[in-house]
C-alpha cells in the first residue's frame, strides 16, 4: 500500500537538544552495558554453572545481540526521545502504546536503585553497617543506613542529570572511558598472573554436579547475565538529541552490545580461571558462601588474594565509578522516557516540559522518588535484579512487534539501516524476548504482573475522557492482555521458580512459550494500524506545534 507522506518525514521532539555524536550515542549505550554486572555477574554465574557459565554469557549476548538489530533499524528510522516507550504507540495506537509505554519507564526507573545497591553490596566487603551479608537466611540485606547511603547516592545521580547536556556528556564520556578501561586491564592482569585451567571443571565437570542447560537457561536472568547487557537501547533513549541520527544511532547500538560482549565472556574466563584452587574445595563455586570475600566483591577480592592490591583499590573505586556511571545514565533515560510518554499524551504534559538547559527536570525528580520506592520491597541487589530484567525484556518485546508492523504497513518508509532477514529475525526476536521473562521465574513475574497492572491503571485513569487522545480499540488490543496472562500462566505451570507447579516440564515448557509467542506476534501484527492510522501518528508527531510545556521558544526548539 502506497503511503500518502514523504517516506522521509519523522516524529520530532520539542526543546531537546541534538549534541551527542557517535561515540556519545556509543558511549551512552556501553556506559549502561558496564555497570555493577561487571562487578557481580561473573560471580553469580559462576557459582550457579561453574565452567558453564560462559555458554549462558555466550547464549545471552546472541539473545541481546537479535534484539539490538531490531532497536537499531527502527532508531535510525524514527529517532526520538523515549524511543522504546514510541515506537508501539505509532504502530499499534494508544492500547499498546501504553503497555509498552509504561514496560520502557519501569525498566528505567528501577535500574538507577540497583545500581545504587551495586555500590553498597561491594561496600559491604569491608563495612558491614551498611550491608549485612548474613542477614535475609545468608542471602543478605542492605541496612538502615545501607537505606540512607541509597537515597544519598539517587541523589548524586539525579544531581549530575542536571548538567547541561553537553557537559554532562563530557562527564559521563569520561567515565565510560574509565569504565571501559578498568575490566580490560583486569582481564589483561589478572589472566596473566593467576590461571588454572583446572578450575573449569570444578564441583564435577564443565557442567558440574546436578547442572544442565534447563539451569544455564535460568540462570540467563536468574545469574543477572542478562541484566549486566541491559543498556544497549540507551541511544535509541535519547534518540532526540544524537546528531546525525540516522547513521548514528545504528551504529551505537551495535557497536555498544558488540564491545560488551567481548569484556563480558572474558571477564568470565578469566574469574573462573583465577580463582584460588583452595577457594573450590568444597563443590567447586556453588560452595562458596553468601559471606565470602568473593562473593561481595568477586574482583577486588581475588586481586587482592592473588597479590595485586593495587589493583584491588582501584577496583573498590571501580566499584562506586561504574554503578554511579550507570545510574545516572538510567535516570536520564527515565526523564526521557517520562518526555515520550508525555508526547504520546499517556503522561501529563508537565513531564515534556525542559528547561533551557533541555533537560525534562519533571520527569527527572518523579524518577528519583520512583526509585527510591521500589526498593523497599527488594532488600539486595540480586533480589531486584530479575524483576528489572523482566520488566526489561518485556519493554524489549514491543520493537520486534513494532518492526514488523512498520515493515507490513510502512513499507517504503526511509530505513536508514535496513535489517536483513527481518521478516525471519523479528518473530525470533519476539520468541527470545518471551524466553526471558518465562526463565525469570513465577516468583518474579507475578510481582512484575502487580507493578504492571498498578502502572496500567494509573495511567488509563490519567488519560480517560481526554479528547485529544484517541479512544483504546480494546478488541485490536486484546492481544496484549492474552499475551500477558498466558506467560503468566505458563510460568506458574511451568519448570522455573519458585512458587510454579512444575507441571509443564522442561523441555517441553520452552516450545509452549516459543509456539504462544508466535501465536501472539502474528495477531499482532494483523491488529497494527493501517497505514493511515501510522501516518496520522507521525504526522501528529512530526512539529513542534503540540502544546506541551516548555520553557524555550520553539523557533529554537524546531532548530
Do not use: C
Request: charged share 10%; glycine share 12%; net charge neutral.
Amino acid at each position: 500500500m502506497a503511503t500518502k507522506l514523504s517516506p522521509t518525514i519523522k516524529p520530532t521532539d520539542v526543546g531537546l537538544k541534538r549534541e551527542i555524536g557517535l561515540i556519545g550515542a556509543t558511549w551512552a549505550s556501553e556506559t549502561s552495558i558496564i555497570g555493577s554486572g561487571w562487578l557481580l555477574g561473573s560471580f553469580a554465574a559462576a557459582q550457579l554453572l561453574g565452567g558453564a557459565a560462559i555458554i549462558a554469557w555466550l547464549l545471552g549476548a546472541v539473545a541481546i545481540i537479535i534484539l539490538a538489530l531490531v532497536h537499531a533499524e527502527l532508531g535510525g528510522m524514527y529517532p526520538v526521545a523515549g524511543g522504546t516507550a514510541r515506537f508501539p504507540h505509532l504502530a499499534f495506537g494508544e492500547g499498546a502504546g501504553i503497555a509498552f509505554g509504561f514496560f520502557s519507564w519501569l525498566q528505567a526507573v528501577t535500574v538507577a536503585p540497583i545500581e545504587a545497591y551495586a555500590v553498597i553490596h561491594y561496600l559491604g566487603y569491608k563495612w558491614h553497617t551498611v550491608y549485612n551479608p548474613n542477614a535475609n537466611g545468608g542471602n543478605g540485606n542492605v541496612t538502615h543506613w545501607g537505606f540512607v547511603l541509597e537515597i544519598v547516592l539517587m541523589a548524586i545521580f539525579t544531581a549530575l542529570n542536571f548538567v547541561a547536556l553537553k557537559w554532562y556528556n563530557r562527564i559521563s564520556s569520561a567515565i565510560t572511558w574509565w569504565k571501559v578501561a578498568v575490566p580490560v586491564l583486569t582481564i589483561i592482569i589478572v589472566g596473566a598472573t593467576a590461571f588454572h585451567s583446572s578450575n573449569f571443571s570444578a564441583g564435577g565437570g564443565f557442567f558440574p554436579h546436578g547442572v544442565s542447560m534447563k539451569d544455564v537457561f535460568g540462570a540467563l536472568p536468574g545469574a543477572s547475565i542478562i541484566f549486566a547487557y541491559l543498556g544497549f537501547e540507551q541511544a535509541d533513549q535519547l534518540a532526540g538529541e544524537v546528531k546525525n541520527p540516522q547513521r548514528n544511532l545504528p551504529l551505537a547500538i551495535i557497536l555498544s552490545i558488540l564491545i560488551g560482549t567481548v569484556i563480558y565472556v572474558l571477564l568470565q574466563v578469566v574469574f573462573i580461571g583465577a580463582t584460588p584452587v583452595s577457594a573450590l574445595t568444597h563443590g567447586g563455586f556453588a560452595g562458596i558462601k553468601s559471606s565470602d570475600p568473593l562473593a561481595l566483591a568477586p574482583f577486588a577480592a581475588l586481586t587482592a588474594v592473588v597479590g595485586l592490591g593495587w589493583l584491588s583499590w582501584i577496583l573498590r573505586f571501580d566499584a562506586v565509578v561504574s554503578p554511579a556511571g550507570t545510574g545516572s545514565m538510567y535516570l536520564t533515560a527515565t526523564s526521557r522516557v517520562s518526555y515520550g510518554l508525555a508526547r504520546n499524551r499517556y503522561y501529563p504534559g508537565i513531564f515534556g516540559k525542559v528547561d533551557k538547559r533541555g533537560i525534562p527536570w519533571f520527569g527527572m525528580i518523579v524518577g528519583f522518588f520512583a526509585g527510591l520506592i521500589f526498593t523497599f520491597p527488594f532488600p539486595s541487589w540480586h533480589s531486584l535484579v530479575g524483576l528489572v530484567t523482566s520488566a526489561s525484556v518485556l519493554m524489549y518485546a514491543g520493537a520486534p512487534l513494532s518492526l514488523g508492523a512498520f515493515r507490513s504497513r510502512l513499507p517504503g518508509a526511509d530505513r536508514p539501516f535496513k535489517l536483513p532477514g527481518a521478516a525471519v529475525i523479528s518473530p525470533i526476536a519476539f520468541i527470545v524476548s518471551g524466553l526471558l521473562v518465562y526463565w525469570s521465574g513465577f516468583e518474579t513475574i507475578w510481582k512484575l504482573g502487580i507493578a504492571i497492572i498498578l502502572g496500567y491503571v494509573m495511567i488509563l485513569f490519567y488519560s480517560a475522557d481526554r479528547p485529544e487522545l484517541a479512544k483504546i480499540d480494546w478488541g485490536k488490543s486484546a492481544w496484549i492482555g492474552v499475551y500477558l496472562l498466558g506467560m503468566g500462566i505458563i510460568s506458574w505451570q511451568g519448570a522455573y521458580g519458585p512458587q510454579n507447579t512444575g507441571r509443564l516440564a522442561y523441555p517441553w515448557d520452552i516450545l509452549v512459550v516459543a509456539v504462544f509467542s508466535l501465536a501472539i506476534y502474528y495477531w499482532a501484527i494483523s491488529s497494527a494500524l493501517s497505514t493511515e492510522e501510522i501516518e496520522a501518528k507521525i504526522a501528529a508527531q512530526s512539529t513542534p506545534s503540540e502544546s506541551l510545556e516548555t520553557d524555550q521558544p520553539e523557533p529554537e526548539a524546531a532548530a
